[in-house]
């Protein structure tokens, strides 16, 4: 009798097929080890959209589903009793067994942290489906792996290898191989149960995954029946999984195709349909009125594909005899179910799935196309493998060998009974085991249900800081207003702080706002310690009087008997747990400035981004720079990691008047489009000439400039004169002793220090120059500059700056990058509109300019030169006398004289000026003015302007009747031959020298605009105009907003006639005889 | 379990029967019972001038990337962008003003981050408990257990988490975790909402903001679509926004009233609960098997084990 037994196939292993696999394994696994060492973001097509590909959908999701042979053909066999497909029975196992190791390797490969993957075992999250279908899957993979034990080990006991020394191994390993067969055999029913219980488990829950995702599956698959449609496909997609692998592999090994039992076998396939078809219509019929079938159109023609091809077309075929009789046909109408529960799974993973907001639809990349073909090739080696060297196919016995099954079953009645019960024993406690596991963690998981199953420390809400009303105040609470309030939010400087807080012109925004404090003063304290105030609109609604429209200042005459709100008394911290409602003083401002300013037409100049009103905090630089360690910066690497960040300032640099040291020049009178002129080729009264001295040039250049190149070498740029805010970098300390790392880590915004290394310094020396900028700037009294003493101003809060281009005029350096003006903050009618009074004083401002009252003298802390005689230059002289601490004589430079809380010199300036340029001719007889300003009383645009004047005798070309350049260094000042280092200096400026030189008288001119004093100390009425003429107060009672009632005296008694009247073209005192606010205004006495 | 086979199966189906409609219901609602405490931020786009600073401040209170492009450019606007691995939060800009009393305004602008769902899809996917929700409503992640398997970013309805690909050996999920801090538990302090200039984010008691955002409506229906969403989007959410506009007009998603955790903890628990499927499953399978074994034992002669009497050992 010939009957159907599992036997090794007598086959070789190694065939061209089994190469070719080999070689698509190959390729797949080095794709696989390319994602091991380059992250998952290298090999996959996948993003935040598509979380999932195919590795998810193939090789786990469609893995599991066509492992269903597995559970489906032990149960029809088994448990159903058709006994007499048993032959069937060990590949369809195999067949799982390999498809659920395919699983766990393409998840081990999917997975982020794959190091982590035994975590669940230990973290369990009872209401993750996905946690259900990680233990399911562990669990069921054990259990075929003890269905797996009877032919492996039958194979391994029949194994006799011919090498003596494994032989003897194999003598030794008969015993145990037979126990362990004996228990396999023993508890095998057992385990064949849990493995279709746990299979059902799983198959469904990979449905259940995506019920999570209602908005993001398409509702042609969608539906909470997922489970239960997964779960029967699974089964439909057993038994002709078993029938395709057995006729492949039949054909494979050359076997005849075993069709009359297949065709048996495949009786059922067609009711297994028919239930999961009905289900899946059913629920599609349910859910008739939410699909759309036009939404997407990809999705729909892969939803036919599955309906017709994988559904309708097999239940036609398995339905007809003739095709269960036939291979070939059984093979397609078996094929079609794979593929269509395949493409199932495709669908509801990747076809069907549309997230929001995602740009492109996913398709696999290479790699994951790569390693998905990969594993498919492995297992299919692997299952070679098994049937190659174990009992697995069945095939014909023929008379007189012994079944390999037959041999064993002698083993097994070999055991005796009560071994043979202990063997259930642990089997039924291992199961037990499993299942009480399950419950407990589902009952744990519905008892704390959504929450975590590691409980997190409590978050508490912050509460609201505690706000210290005391220190927080505005910069100087005024009695009735000041100009200036520095608007901050506590909040903000307890977090995250970007900007420094907003320096606001109270006074400007009153006068553009019309005066309407109601715009912003809402409400109404009746006492300082009134936290909440009066709304001010009820208020007055209940007294009749509208506030719309009408400047408060129309009723509240003195606004110092007013009590106005502070912003902070009601809005201080936001997100105040108490009363989130209030909004905090960071928003009350922000709301209050953005509303307005949101509005302003362009003409309004009102700044509408961030940093017009308030600058940016610099990061801290220390991990930005990521200076690796033991590497020391210099000067030149500081300015290459500042370019790697910065380069298009680089770039922005080059284009500016601090490096160029030339540009255009409209405030030079004949000059107005020139752009060579500039510190490049300027004769001074200090310095004379830069160029041919290279220290003094180093050391006020922003930039290592040696040869003409450098002039366009990004690299050459020095950030840190600038930018270091460590108070420690000077441009002429050597470089050991500057802690380079230190100084780059910590750059910031330039401060007045910054500026002033350079500015302070200029003519050579601590104040030299300038008359209003010294060192002492740098933390001034408030008495010495109001701005920076005061509220801390930096220079670029009025020197504006925009890609590095400073806005300001200097009457040496005559480039100029933009204007600026006091207006910016202080607006057009800078002394307020709250009076007559006020009024009258802006008046002034159209013939007056600003610092002539508000700077009444200069260099009032700290000395300037106001002369220097080169002529005697040279000498080694003691018999001068020391000037406010400096010295009256120089041998470098000659005599000098100083000067200390100089009343400056009063003219007519319109804005440009006469420069004095080299080449220009002179009168060697007359004082040589090298930069006079330009302007008179008729013309309009001129204001009186104050000036230091600085006289100066320097050589000239006796020949060329010209000024000439001198090189100092290393020149005249060895052995002061004058003629060499004209010569020398003329070189270097491309020019030539008679070899004659002589000296002429000079003066230079330099507008004085720092040192702003506090208003109680600028000029009074008296100070300019004749007493008796002046008693103003006698009408203009009113000077609501001005802190100086006193203003109208004389403020300094010690300088009568400040203003030389005829001087600028007066004839007299302008309020006697009438002056330009007539001229202008048509108001005021007519000029006699 | 002394029970015979037919107690046994009996029992089992009866309860399933009796429990499956409850269990199919509203299993997890009861679970948020502090809600109360519930910690959450009201965004009103009303207010929102899209300044980025929110994104600003995020990404240096997370230690994220220094962004390509500077925070102050606005160029980014151009595309409609999605937290990422690298920012939790972005604000985007969306054509038309943001109310019908701003029609001076040209733009509305919107931030997207996590919305800490009170009852959150991704919490309930998360295979290990890597992602949590404390008591006070804030959702966090914790690394060392996550094993990156992404199921978090299929569950969530917003499409909210994001994964570090790029990264090797360690990546992370990464999103907006209200600012609380896992390990030291210090508690949801949003910094965002503190560096919103024109406060348009205030962040407090859910349910105070609830009263604050229906008090604002309330005062301005001229200014507020008369719907706080996150009241009751997928369950309701712990960040709301006030719009002036339909909500789905400036990237809020429609999204149904449940969440979608709901329907996979039913179908869970409604299987699990007890193991009483389970084991029901078995038990009849089993009884089956025996049955046949034992027809085919009588019919020839018996030629197999089977485990008949495993199931007489574990039912009689
Ligand atoms: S928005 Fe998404 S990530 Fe955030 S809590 Fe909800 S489900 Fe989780
Ligand atoms: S990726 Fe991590 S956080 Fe997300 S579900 Fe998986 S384990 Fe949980
Ligand atoms: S709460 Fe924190 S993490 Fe979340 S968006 Fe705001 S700043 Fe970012």
Known sequence: MNKLQPQCTQKPFFTPGTTMLMVLAAIGFSFGLARILNGLGAVTNLDNFYPWGIWIAIDVASGVALAAGGFTTAAYIEIFGCHQFKPLLRPAILTAWLGYFMVAVGLTFDVGRYWNMWQPIINWQGNSVLFEVAMCVMAYLTVLTVEMAPPVLEGVKTWTPKRPALASVMRRAEKPIVFAYAWVKIVLPLFIVAGVVLSCMHQSSLGTLMVIAPTKLSPLWYTPLLPALFLLSAMMVGLPMVIMESLIAGKSFGHEPETELLGDFAKVIPWLISIYALCKFGDIAMRWEEISFAAHPDATVAWAIEIVLGLIAPFILFSLKSVRQSAGWLLTASLLVVLGVALNRINVYIIGYYPPFAGKRYFPALGEIALTVGLIATLMLIYRFFVTFFPIIASEVHAGTMSAEAQHAAHHDAVQPFWAWFFRGTAVVFLLGFVALYSLVHTEAIAVSLKASHEVQTAKISKGPKIETAAFKHADRPDAYRNLYVLNSPLLNKTNDYYEPVRFTHRTHDVNSGSTCSLCHHRQGSNMNDRVGDDIYKMHAEIDVRISGTPCIACHKDLTEKQFQKCSQCHLSSNESDFPARIGLKGAYHRQCIACHQNQPKTAHAPTDCVSCHHPLVPDHKPLLKIEANTQLSRQTVTGKCLGCHEETGHDILKTAHWNWQGRTPTISGQEHSTHIGLRNIIDNYDISLIPNPRLRDFFHIGDVRLASDWKDLTKIDCLVCHDTTATYRRDASEETIAWNNVAEKVGRPSRANCGSCHFYSGGGAGIKHGDLSPLLVNPDPDVDFHMGKVDMRCQDCHITSKHQIAGLSFNAPVVEGRIGCGVCHGEHPHGITGILSRHIDNHVKTVACETCHIPQFARKYPTQLSVDFSTAGQDRTDIPQQFGKPGYDKRYGEQTWGQNIVPLYRWFEGSRQNYLLGDKIAPDKTVVLNEPIGDKHNPKAQIYPFKVHRAVQPYDVEQKMLVAVKFEDCLWRDFDWNKAIAEGMKEMGRTFSGKHGFVKTEMYTSIHHEIAPARQSLGCADCHTPENIACTRCHTNAAGMNQPEHTQRVYPAFPNRFDFKALGYEGDPAVTGGRFYMFFKKGRPPK | ?316
């Open chain 2, 1 to 316: 379990m002394l029970l015979n086979r037919r107690n046994f199966l009996g029992w089992g189906l009866g309860t399933l029967a009796v429990s499956a409609p409850r269990l199919l219901g509203q299993e997890a609602t009861a679970s948020n019972g502090d809600e109360a405490q519930h910690v959450g931020c009201l965004v009103d786009t009303t207010l929102c001038i899209g300044c980025r600073k929110c994104e600003e401040a995020c990404n240096r209170r997370n230690k994220l990337p220094h962004p390509d492009i500077a925070f102050t450019e606005q160029t980014v606007f151009r595309q409609e962008r999605r937290p990422s691995a690298k920012a939790f939060t972005v604000v985007n800009e969306y054509t038309g003003a943001p109310s019908p009393d701003q029609e001076w305004m040209k733009e509305t602008y919107a931030k997207v981050q996590c919305l800490h769902c009170l009852i959150p899809s991704c919490v309930s996917a998360c295979i290990v408990g890597a992602l949590t929700k404390t008591k006070d409503g804030a959702v966090v992640y914790n690394p060392d257990v996550c094993l990156g398997c992404r199921y978090c970013m299929v569950a969530c309805p917003f499409q909210i988490p994001a994964y570090e690909y790029d990264v090797v050996l360690t990546p992370r999920v990464r999103k907006c975790e209200f600012c609380a801090n896992f390990v030291k538990g210090t508690g949801a302090d949003p910094a965002c909402a503190a560096a919103c200039p024109t406060e348009a984010l205030v962040f407090g008691q859910r349910s105070s903001l609830l009263t604050l955002a229906k008090d604002r409506i309330n005062r301005r229906p001229d200014r507020y679509v008369a719907h706080v969403y996150g009241e009751h989007e997928v369950g309701g959410t712990a960040w709301l926004y006030l719009t002036g506009r339909p909500a789905t007009e400036v990237g809020l998603l429609a999204m149904p009233t449940f969440s979608p955790a709901h329907s996979t903890e039913a179908i869970q628990h409604g299987i699990f609960r007890y193991g009483i499927i389970p084991f029901a499953v078995y038990g009849a399978l089993g009884g089956l098997m025996w049955y046949n074994h034992r027809r085919t034992q009588q019919s020839c002669k018996p030629d197999s084990e089977s485990g008949q009497q495993v199931q007489e050992a574990r039912h009689e």
